[in-house]
């Protein structure tokens, strides 16, 4: 089933009347894609990494087409459950609709693959930091659901289901299913051709694209390889200033709206997965190009009258392990 998560000028604050968190976010992410969330601490990860999973709902904009089934890793996982690993897995499987017996099998088979089976009995309170996190991302990962939410997932793990993990996310992505994570490691899932946004002062911009500084040189960490597949974060309108009679550089996308004036300023509108491509032409152009400013928008599909915001989840349901 393909679908499309879209979040349209969405904000968050946490109290009326308090800091915003997140403003203006204009976001899609659909089936089959993989995008990576940056930002500094404290920037707004974990929100925005909230409000894709349905934990929380948006203070402000509207949030539009999330499949039915989340899976949610937290930040930090609620430990101290009184049941056990196996029993919460059931109890999780069950939530999202799977018969007890389908439960079982499947939470069974995620702790064989994690290396946890043999505390598929163990209570979760008794569980070590690493075996807790093993069925932090197992209860994410019952019934499949369409959309996986990473936040930090990988902290804590060992190396070894780290790499379950990584191929786990890899078999989800290919099977149509979208994964949305945060992780300290700047090559988390490298090479698999993944978007990435970046959190700053609020706002959500394409990877790289929000960290010009004052010479216009792209200084984003981490990767840029991203095809950005499923993944519409914004349009970016660049605008950029040559010297006086300038020609259009060469190798720009073909179909991208453009301007050049005759004083030498371009203006420039590009998917916001290619901004980084078009950007490092147009500063590696001779003469080179300096770029003025970037805007992000998202062009809005028509409103589907079928398609309301859904309430946030009540506490317990669709992977919220608070
Ligand atoms: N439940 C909450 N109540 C009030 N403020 C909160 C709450 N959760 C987060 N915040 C605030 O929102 C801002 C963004 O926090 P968030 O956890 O989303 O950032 P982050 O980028 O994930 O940070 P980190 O990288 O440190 O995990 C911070 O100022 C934080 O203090």
Redesign the pocket.
């Known amino acids: 089933m393909n679908w499309s998560v879209r979040l349209e000028d969405v904000g968050h604050r946490?109290?009326a009347g308090?800091?915003w968190?997140l403003r203006g976010v204009d976001l899609e992410l659909s089936s089959g894609a993989l995008l990576r969330i940056e930002?500094?601490?404290?920037?707004?990860?974990?929100?925005?990494?909230?409000l894709l999973a349905g934990i929380d709902a948006p203070a402000a904009g509207r949030l539009r087409g999330r499949p039915p089934a989340r899976g949610y890793v937290p930040?930090r996982f609620p430990a101290a459950l009184p049941l056990t690993a196996l029993g919460y897995l059931t109890h999780l499987g069950r939530v999202r609709g799977l018969s007890r017996r389908a439960a079982v099998r499947e939470g069974a088979g995620w702790l064989e693959r994690f290396g946890a089976e043999r505390y598929a009995g163990t209570r979760m309170r008794e569980l070590s930091k690493g075996s807790s996190q093993k069925v932090a991302v197992a209860q994410a990962l019952m019934g499949r659901p369409g959309l996986l939410v990473l936040?930090?997932a990988w902290t804590g793990l060992g190396q070894p289901a780290r790499a379950v993990l990584d191929a786990v996310v890899r078999e989800r992505v290919a099977e149509g299913g979208a994964v949305a994570f945060?992780d300290h490691d700047p090559a988390r899932l490298a090479g698999t051709g993944h978007a990435t946004v970046r959190?700053v002062d609020g706002r959500v911009a394409p990877g790289g694209a929000g960290e010009l500084d004052g010479t216009g040189t792209p200084g984003g960490e981490g990767e840029q390889d991203g095809a950005g597949r499923g993944v519409r974060a914004a349009l970016t309108r660049i605008e950029a200033l040559g010297a006086p009679g300038s020609r259009m550089p060469a190798g720009l996308p073909p179909n991208a709206p453009r301007h050049l004036a005759p004083d030498g300023v371009l203006t420039l509108t590009v998917p916001a997965a290619d901004s980084d491509t078009v950007l490092r032409t147009l500063l590696a152009a001779r003469p080179g190009w300096h770029i003025r400013s970037l805007r992000e928008s998202v062009p809005h599909p028509a409103p589907d009258p079928e398609d309301r915001p859904a309430p946030a989840p009540r506490p317990g349901e669709e992977g919220d392990a608070r």
């Open positions: 946490y109290r308090g800091p968190v930002g500094g601490n404290g920037s707004g990860k974990s929100t925005l990494l909230r930040e936040d930090e945060a959190v």
